[in-house]
């Protein structure tokens, strides 16, 4: 018999003597033992061992386990113990309770926003049912010349059948196009609205996009010509109830037939429309084209096959004009992080995205940095608490759970508040914009959830230092509580944290607003809020009554200018552009070139200075296609010294006649581009109308000029200066979050050292006491602390002014003209930062006054 | 303390411990009482039984010295207490009573 194998089986032994109480063990296993070997020696090695883990199983009888209750550390209620002691512990620092916990609240909902947003932006197009097989194609051209790249949101609209035809993989193609200016909509009472979200679609779009459906046949709603597909808002908004089934709206004179009302779109969608109509017989030249595969799309061979078809079909047409470009095929669900294209909602960029989330752990930790400073802080008061837990046995282990398990309370209490709060002012934040939709109940618990994993990593950050450091604490030297070196080091070094990102933050938000002034002052149209801008009914019939209404507008006292503009062709739209035939350097080139269409009084409506040779006038617009005007930008574009004999053709060739100052037209950053001014008004799409001043009259006026000349027609208006605004609507956004946040952490920041001080104070009542008996000024004691403080102050500016500096950099390269970042950005920030401790010193004056040295120094 | 009444098993065991005297520990009982009783004395059921009689006041357990058989583990050896050498002697008390009390005829019959 081999006896290397006479071993019982490891596993078994060690099962038992986890399970098996202490006193009854070493009989058991000596039994098991001597059973082991004479069952070696009778039934053989592998029978033995399988007979001493049968046994081993059959031993697990209840007066065999161990009772696991009672083992010291890990006992219920031992738990509970520390939970009451937690308990007694925060109720005896309330102040300070109450200020961690603030902060910690404060902290967390900062962050549950910030996460709620990036969810938001991440969700977009993702409510579809076959999202995950929906691409978007669109097209981008490319001048031969000038290399210069454009992306639109759109396609030509003869790919739908090319994808139809050619492409096995694909299930269904659909196009879908917004209806180009504003629509007159009526109902059957005879109400009138202007509406700008009207799409036309194919018969496909259901077939992709599923909707929810109120009433109607996704298969059939949008076969017939002159059907529409009314959302739950518009339906309501004209028929005062949801089931309108085949009642009839009328679109431009045409009556259309409502063959389906769905749910409104979601909020994260970039294919936003009020209402879909059926398409005639074909697109114009552009549509939105989407995508259905059959699988789940091999996109880089799909691209490959694109570009194949563009070579072959586009290429030839392009080259004409000197032109290339090239398809995208981009996934649905990739397309709200896509790059920025002409005629295409706004997209998020992810970069922003991480800032976002980087600013959410910072301002977590601010929060944390709080508790832990306050727990270190105190961790003089509780020398004896800890002493005496030793002195009875409690281990550094146990000990340390007790305070890491107050950290765990202190950071759920935060979590709770913070979920509370963002409950009941959602509605708020939503209306400021911090949130992007009132998040619903489930959603939010679920979010709930998954915030408790991470607010328990929080606790135990936050708790570790504390926790570690009590727990350490010497029975002998606890007799002589003073501040080590070790302490100091920890709670200068989590301040300077949190003020450097206090500063960092101010300062950024300081930069953004800086530029957003930069962008507004270096804008040249001035007085916007005096140019009233009215939408034009699309009504032939109407046309002729335009002259008249210019003048009769123009003959009011409170008006001074009145422009008839063309498509497009309002500021801060994106314009039309075309290919013109110009001279360049002495050659005749064509050139892509944005182009907007105007009459003789645009210019002074805007403001905007004729610099070389003249305006507009009565008598070109008998010959309006031979005459044009340019801005600067377009001179310096073409190298033209001499603007003023050149000639720009555009199927007729067209005199220049003036050069405008640039100012900005359209664009993100507002980057003058160069532009040419055509005299055209056959199809205005807008008036605009100046005041001489604002009067609070002018609207009642104009109404009753418009009324008499348009008559049943709706006046639908807004000022120029909110087109500008809602232009700048992604810096504005960016500039109010990042405020938010600023003043989030300052406020965090605050409530840290309010904490301090209080702390400080009441530890040093007695050396205080001591200083004032022995004769010390108001004046040495503040010193004693705030001589720190502000060495601390001004190291955390040292690192917030590097550190803002580079984080701006890469943003504000994305405009022409930047800011410039300073040094008193950083200086405005310290400032702010001094002003708040400066309150704080008259706080800690306040109560260092009133230590009575009679009170504190006496015989205990 | 649980009632005081002997089962079958545990009188059994009882007095085994009682007949092995020094060398009585839960192998040796179990040898014994298949022994004795022809019938196999599992090892968990025996000292449930003797984990229940100790509780009972009937036996008590020491430690003896380690021996190699059992890879160094020390034996618990069980003695009969005092109350322990009641139970049994009332138990065959009760029992001789009741045999007494047969009469003979129907013994032969068997």
Aim: aromatic share 10%; glycine share 6%.
């Amino acid at each position: 018999m081999a006896t290397h194998n006479n071993k019982p089986p490891r596993l078994a032994e060690k099962f038992l003597s986890w399970y098996c109480k202490p006193e009854l063990l070493e009989d058991l296993q000596g039994d098991l033992n001597e059973y082991f070997q004479r069952n070696i020696n009778t039934k053989g090695v592998t029978r033995a061992k399988l007979i001493y883990i049968i046994d081993v199983i059959k031993f697990m009888r209840l007066y065999i386990l161990r009772d696991r209750a009672q083992t010291p550390g890990t006992g219920v209620m031992l738990y509970r113990n520390y939970l009451v002691i937690a308990h007694r512990n925060l109720i005896k620092n309330k102040l300070n309770t109450v200020l961690s916990i603030a902060s910690l609240t404060l902290g967390i909902s900062c962050s549950t926003l910030i996460f709620l947003r990036i969810q938001h932006e991440l969700s977009f197009d993702n409510h579809y049912e076959k999202s995950d097989r929906i691409m978007k194609v669109s097209m981008s051209v490319r001048s031969l010349n000038t290399e210069e790249k454009t992306k639109l949101g759109w396609s030509d609209a003869l790919l739908l059948d090319r994808l139809r035809d050619g492409f096995t993989e694909v299930e269904a193609v659909t196009g879908i196009a917004q209806l180009r200016g504003v629509q007159k909509v009526r109902n059957a009472a005879g109400d009138t609205f202007i509406e700008e979200g009207i799409f036309e679609a194919d018969s496909a779009y259901f077939r992709i996009f599923n909707h929810e459906w109120i009433e109607g046949n996704p298969k059939k709603a949008l076969l017939a010509p002159a059907s529409i597909v009314l959302t739950r808002k518009m339906a309501l908004k004209y028929f005062d109830k949801v089931t309108v089934l085949d009642k009839t709206l009328t679109i431009n004179n045409r009556d259309y037939l409502v063959t389906g009302i769905v749910e409104d779109l979601p909020a994260n969608t970039d294919l936003t429309f009020d209402a879909l109509i059926s398409l005639d017989s074909h697109f114009g030249d552009w549509c939105i084209v989407y995508v259905l595969t059959q699988n789940s799309p091999d996109l880089k061979l799909f691209q490959q096959r694109l570009d194949t078809l563009f070579a072959h079909e586009l290429v030839p047409v392009l080259e004409l004009s000197n032109m290339s470009g090239s398809y995208q095929a981009e996934p649905l669900t990739e397309v709200h992080f896509s790059d920025r294209k002409l005629f295409d909602p706004p997209k998020a960029s992810k970069a922003t995205l991480s800032v976002f989330a980087v600013i959410s752990i910072i301002v977590l930790f601010v929060s944390a940095a709080n508790y832990i400073n306050f727990s270190v802080a105190q961790s003089a008061k509780r020398k004896i608490e800890v002493g005496v837990r030793k002195v009875f046995g409690a281990s550094q282990k146990q000990l340390r759970s007790q305070y890491l398990l107050e950290s765990v309370v202190m950071c759920f209490t935060g979590l709770i508040f913070a979920f509370c709060i963002i409950l009941t002012i959602s509605s708020q934040l939503v209306r400021i914009g911090l949130l992007s939709n009132v998040p619903e109940l489930i959603p939010l618990s679920i979010l709930f959830l998954f915030f408790i994993p991470a607010v328990l990593t929080l606790s135990v950050v936050a708790g570790w230092f504390p926790a570690a450091k009590l727990s350490r604490i010497n029975l002998i030297r606890n007799l002589q509580p003073q501040v080590t070196g070790f302490t100091r080091l920890t709670k200068n070094t989590l301040v300077v944290f949190q003020f450097t990102a206090v500063l960092t933050l101010i300062f950024v938000t300081k930069v953004v607003d800086d530029q957003m002034q930069v962008l507004t002052e270096h804008d040249q149209l001035v007085k916007k809020d005096l140019v009233m801008v009215v939408e034009l009914p699309q009504d032939e019939t109407l046309m002729y009554q335009l002259p008249k209404l210019k003048n009769s507008l123009k003959s009011l006292a409170g008006v001074s200018h009145v422009s008839l503009v063309g498509s497009l062709s309002t500021p801060t739209r994106e314009s039309d552009f075309d290919t013109f035939t110009v001279d360049h350097g002495g050659m005749q080139q064509i050139k892509m070139l944005a182009y907007v269409r105007i009459d003789e009084d645009y210019f002074d409506v805007l403001g905007a200075e004729i610099v070389q040779g003249r305006g507009f006038n009565a008598s070109d617009i008998a010959k309006a296609e031979e005459v044009v005007i340019i801005n600067e930008a377009m001179a310096r574009f073409l190298d033209w010294a001499n603007p003023l004999s050149q000639k720009v053709t555009y199927g007729v060739e067209a005199q220049v006649i003036g050069v405008v100052k640039d100012f900005s037209f359209s664009g993100q950053h507002r980057i003058a581009e160069p532009m040419l001014f055509y005299l055209n008004n056959r199809h205005p799409e807008k008036l605009f109308i100046r005041y001489s001043l604002a009067q609070p009259d002018n609207h009642n006026l104009i109404n009753k000029v418009w009324q008499s000349n348009m008559p049943g027609q709706p006046l639908e208006y807004r000022m120029l200066d909110e087109y500008f605004e809602k232009q700048l609507n992604n810096e504005n956004k960016l500039k109010n979050l990042l405020t938010f946040f600023s003043a989030i952490t300052f406020a965090i920041t605050l409530i840290g050292l309010f904490g301090l001080l209080n702390i400080n104070i009441e530890e040093k009542e007695k050396e205080t006491s001591i200083r004032k008996i022995l004769g010390a000024s108001m004046k040495h004691l503040l010193l004693l602390t705030w001589r720190e403080l502000g060495l601390l102050t001004v190291v955390a500016c040292a690192f917030a002014w590097p550190i803002g500096y580079f984080c701006t950099q890469p943003w504000l390269n994305g405009f022409t003209q930047k800011t410039n970042v300073g040094i008193t950005n950083i200086l405005i920030a310290f400032v702010a930062l001094v002003i708040c401790m400066l309150v704080a010193m008259c706080y800690q004056f306040a109560k260092l006054r009133i230590i009575d040295p009679i009170k504190t120094l006496k015989q205990e | 303390m649980k009632g005081t009444n002997l089962g079958e098993f545990e009188e059994l065991v009882l007095l085994t411990i009682a007949t092995l005297v020094n060398d009585a520990y839960s192998v040796a009982i179990c040898d014994e009482l298949e022994k004795n009783t022809g019938r196999s004395a599992k090892l968990g059921v025996v000292h449930a039984v003797l984990n229940r009689l100790e509780e009972k006041g009937f036996v008590k357990s020491k430690l003896g010295e380690a021996t190699s058989t059992r890879g160094g583990k020390r034996k618990r050896y069980y003695s009969v207490t005092n109350a322990g050498k009641a139970a049994i002697l009332k138990a065959k008390e009760v029992r001789d009573n009741l045999w007494s009390m047969i009469p003979g005829m129907t013994l032969k019959n068997i």
